[in-house]
């Protein structure tokens, strides 16, 4: 063999060496000897994802724009790729949860706080988020945790009477806690027969939930995988709407059904097989030709392939980019200062963002100043694709629709405001009588229809698919109930 073909022999070895992938621990290795016939498809998925392909010292190396870990430290097992032991066995003292599987502490729920090893930035921004917090946002919210009892209440007929058989908690966790994620409690232990004998495994009460405000053994709270889905932690499928479609649906928040319908969701059909989700950073033009819900609520995107402009750096607090909460409570309002919601009172000290005539809560919203600086910072992104008019014409339109919305839902709680004056309904529970539904659906259907109709641009959301067509319909329901038992004198919506 002549010197050039050796030195040919050697670069093709050297690349080769440069390409494979890291070695799996030990330890991690013996789990999957195991578990490829216990749980295949659980191997499977990891052995597709980037953690059984990159170490974290490989991805700490990465240049700023390209990284997708946030640590500055390396963790101990930096030099192998991330396994089954590196998540499952981390801060043991910490997991009530964990037990002794076959030599090794393992515990069952990987929790925010695991992941904080290798992100912990995106842990801190998560943790502080709405999202996080979702659990007791209905827990500790008073009014919230009697929307939910009362409307998972059994109800049966005995004799000629229709009566409450009790708020279900299994409901509650099937519904509302699906989303918002259930606490994980230790309750002893069980036994589940496998190929190499009987295993005892710890006994948990509300699982199986990756809810985004999961309450989890080792105290934190929140569930990465509600997003990422466990085992292959793809950010191609936590770019993707039908992700977010998982809980944001009609009809409270119909954001999936309003972006399949919009011209970003056309684009998205017709050619999203070939864009290109997995790119760090996100190129718009290049990887992505319209935006999905990570383009505008979280991901790093850039413009520019040879000197990329960043148009909005990656967070993992999904409202951090948004000026107003059109997740009307009962009225849209500026964002929260913090993801712990059921902390803000408004002027007559109710758990409510806003007082029933609509005006802010006097403290812990963001002011006037941030909501411009988070205006602009949109109209960021949307400069990838278009000219400033089409963002300063979308925005303003969105404000006059977000106004008119919330004053539907003025005129509902005036006339539920006449139904407790004239003692035909109790505001004691505001969700367990007929106008009381009424006027429920007018802002947490209806109008929050309207609301994002308007920001993703889904017409038929805002006119006849729960839009302003149910606004009207509902608001006439209202006030016909009322002439019936004489508490009004006409409709109050008179046909011309």
């Given at each position: 063999?002549?010197r050039?073909?050796?030195a040919?022999?050697?670069?093709?070895?050297?690349?080769?060496?440069?390409?494979?992938?890291?070695?799996?621990?030990?330890?991690?290795?013996?789990?999957?000897?195991?578990?490829?016939?216990?749980?295949?498809?659980v191997?499977?998925?990891w052995?597709?994802?980037?953690?059984?392909?990159?170490s974290?010292?490989?991805?700490?190396?990465k240049?700023?724009?390209?990284?997708?870990?946030?640590?500055?430290?390396?963790?101990?097992?930096a030099?192998?790729?991330?396994?089954?032991l590196?998540?499952?066995?981390?801060n043991?003292a910490?997991?009530a949860?964990?037990?002794?599987h076959?030599?090794?502490?393992?515990?069952?729920?990987v929790?925010?706080?695991d992941c904080?090893?290798?992100?912990?930035?995106?842990?801190t921004?998560?943790?502080?988020?709405?999202?996080?917090?979702?659990?007791d946002?209905?827990a500790?919210?008073?009014l919230?945790?009697?929307?939910?009892k009362?409307m998972t209440t059994?109800r049966?007929?005995h004799?000629a009477?229709?009566?409450?058989t009790?708020?279900?908690?299994?409901?509650?966790?099937e519904a509302?806690?699906?989303?918002?994620?259930?606490?994980?409690?230790?309750?002893?232990t069980?036994?589940?027969?496998?190929?190499v004998?009987?295993?005892?495994?710890p006994?948990l009460?509300?699982?199986?939930n990756?809810?985004v405000g999961?309450?989890?053994p080792?105290?934190?709270?929140g569930?990465c995988?509600?997003?990422?889905?466990?085992?292959?932690?793809?950010i191609?499928?936590a770019?993707?709407?039908?992700?977010?479609?998982?809980?944001?649906?009609l009809?409270?928040v119909?954001?999936?059904?309003?972006?399949?319908?919009?011209?970003?969701?056309n684009?998205?059909?017709?050619?999203?097989?070939h864009?290109?989700?997995?790119?760090v950073?996100?190129v718009?033009?290049?990887?992505?030709e319209?935006?999905?819900?990570?383009t505008c609520?979280?991901?790093?995107?850039?413009?520019g392939?040879?000197?990329?402009?960043?148009l909005?750096?990656?967070?993992h607090?999904?409202?951090?980019?948004?000026w107003?909460?059109i997740?009307?409570?009962?009225?849209?309002?500026p964002?929260?200062?913090h993801?712990?919601?059921?902390?803000l009172r408004?002027?007559?000290?109710?758990?409510?963002?806003t007082?029933?005539?609509?005006k802010?809560?006097p403290?812990?919203?963001?002011?006037a100043?941030?909501?411009?600086?988070?205006?602009a910072?949109m109209s960021?992104v949307?400069?990838?694709?278009?000219?400033s008019s089409?963002?300063?014409?979308?925005?303003?339109r969105f404000?006059r629709?977000?106004?008119?919305?919330?004053g539907?839902?003025?005129a509902?709680t005036?006339?539920?405001?006449i139904?407790w004056?004239?003692k035909l309904?109790?505001?004691t529970?505001?969700?367990?009588?007929?106008?009381?539904?009424l006027?429920?659906e007018?802002?947490?259907?209806?109008a929050?229809?309207?609301?994002?109709?308007?920001?993703?641009?889904?017409?038929?959301?805002?006119?006849f698919?729960?839009g302003?067509y149910?606004?009207?319909?509902?608001l006439?329901?209202?006030?016909?109930?009322?002439?019936?038992?004489?508490?009004?004198?006409?409709?109050?919506i008179?046909v011309?």
């Amino acid at each position: 063999m002549n010197r050039h073909a050796c030195a040919l022999l050697v670069v093709l070895i050297a690349g080769c060496m440069a390409s494979a992938a890291p070695a799996v621990s030990d330890a991690s290795q013996s789990c999957i000897e195991c578990h490829a016939q216990v749980t295949p498809g659980v191997v499977a998925a990891w052995r597709q994802s980037r953690h059984s392909q990159v170490s974290p010292a490989e991805g700490m190396a990465k240049p700023k724009l390209e990284r997708r870990v946030s640590a500055t430290t390396a963790p101990a097992s930096a030099g192998t790729v991330v396994g089954c032991l590196e998540c499952h066995g981390l801060n043991n003292a910490d997991h009530a949860d964990k037990f002794e599987h076959f030599g090794y502490n393992i515990a069952v729920v990987v929790s925010p706080k695991d992941c904080a090893t290798c992100h912990p930035t995106e842990v801190t921004e998560y943790s502080g988020s709405k999202k996080a917090n979702a659990h007791d946002t209905l827990a500790k919210n008073p009014l919230f945790d009697q929307m939910v009892k009362t409307m998972t209440t059994g109800r049966a007929v005995h004799g000629a009477r229709l009566e409450a058989t009790g708020a279900s908690a299994n409901a509650q966790n099937e519904a509302c806690y699906s989303c918002h994620g259930t606490k994980i409690e230790v309750q002893g232990t069980r036994t589940v027969e496998s190929p190499v004998g009987d295993v005892t495994v710890p006994k948990l009460t509300n699982w199986p939930n990756s809810g985004v405000g999961r309450m989890n053994p080792d105290g934190s709270q929140g569930a990465c995988s509600a997003c990422h889905t466990r085992h292959s932690f793809s950010i191609e499928m936590a770019r993707k709407p039908a992700t977010c479609g998982h809980c944001h649906l009609l009809p409270d928040v119909p954001a999936y059904e309003v972006y399949k319908e919009s011209r970003h969701g056309n684009l998205y059909d017709s050619l999203g097989s070939h864009w290109k989700f997995d790119a760090v950073p996100w190129v718009l033009g290049r990887d992505i030709e319209a935006p999905t819900c990570a383009t505008c609520h979280n991901s790093l995107v850039v413009a520019g392939e040879t000197e990329p402009t960043v148009l909005a750096q990656r967070t993992h607090d999904f409202g951090s980019r948004l000026w107003v909460r059109i997740f009307g409570l009962p009225y849209s309002h500026p964002q929260p200062t913090h993801g712990r919601t059921w902390e803000l009172r408004n002027a007559e000290g109710q758990p409510l963002p806003t007082s029933l005539d609509g005006k802010p809560a006097p403290a812990g919203l963001i002011g006037a100043a941030e909501q411009a600086k988070r205006q602009a910072g949109m109209s960021r992104v949307c400069s990838g694709c278009h000219s400033s008019s089409t963002p300063t014409g979308h925005f303003e339109r969105f404000a006059r629709t977000v106004a008119e919305a919330d004053g539907m839902v003025k005129a509902s709680t005036d006339l539920l405001k006449i139904a407790w004056q004239r003692k035909l309904a109790d505001p004691t529970n505001l969700f367990d009588e007929h106008i009381e539904h009424l006027w429920t659906e007018q802002w947490l259907d209806y109008a929050n229809c309207v609301r994002l109709g308007s920001a993703m641009a889904g017409p038929d959301y805002l006119g006849f698919d729960y839009g302003w067509y149910h606004l009207n319909r509902n608001l006439q329901s209202m006030g016909e109930w009322l002439v019936q038992r004489k508490a009004l004198a006409q409709p109050t919506i008179p046909v011309k």
